[in-house]
């Protein structure tokens, strides 16, 4: 693990680099929360912005490279390609092959229907971990050690909104998330 992280720090930003180390120990405790994996929560918080490093530019070159196929809306809204291209530089470079460390991976930024646990305790933590600050995010804090879906559900909703308000693109996998939240309520 220590060579992960290493490596991690030495491709990100030292700021981005604090980021994930908050969300790798915000995940583990939400996992120990949920019962869910803690070694896979660890690994998928670590590496989850493991592509961030690189310009949108390189991102979508190595998304090319690596054969990670970008919808047309990805394009339109590319803050979300480093996380399926975070996914193939994972098990690409970190040696990560756990499908369901990757598959969290994949889906930290937008979401997606039929989330697993871990794909909701790793997109909650990006959103709470200690550094992070925005309106609501107390609540959120609070919410996520209540009940995972009520705060994945509310978490969903303050990033809809902020595309909303920005005039954005929603990427349709958030857009399914929300529904099948929903739904299921
Ligand atoms: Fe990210
Ligand atoms: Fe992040």
Known sequence: MEYIKD??????????YRHSLGVCSEAVKLAKRYGADENKAYTAGLLHDCAKGMSIEEQINECYKRG??????MLKC??????????????GEYGINDSE?????????????DMTTLDKII?????????????????????AYEDL???VLEAIRQSIFFNLKKNAVIHPKTLEA????????
């Open 68 to 73: 990670v196929e970008l919808d047309n809306i």
């Open 178 to 185: 929300w529904n099948d939240l929903v739904k299921g309520r």
């Open 101 to 113: 460390i990757l598959e969290a991976i994949r889906y930290h930024t937008t979401a997606k229907s």
């Open 78 to 91: 590319p803050a979300v390609i480093h996380a399926p291209l975070g996914a193939a530089v994972a098990a």
């Open 149 to 151: 879906d009520t705060a």
């Open 7 to 16: 490596k991690l720090q030495a491709a990100l930003k030292p700021e981005r």
């Open 123 to 143: 997109y909650l933590a990006d959103m709470i971990e200690p550094s992070r600050s925005f309106d609501g995010v107390e609540l959120l804090r609070k919410t």
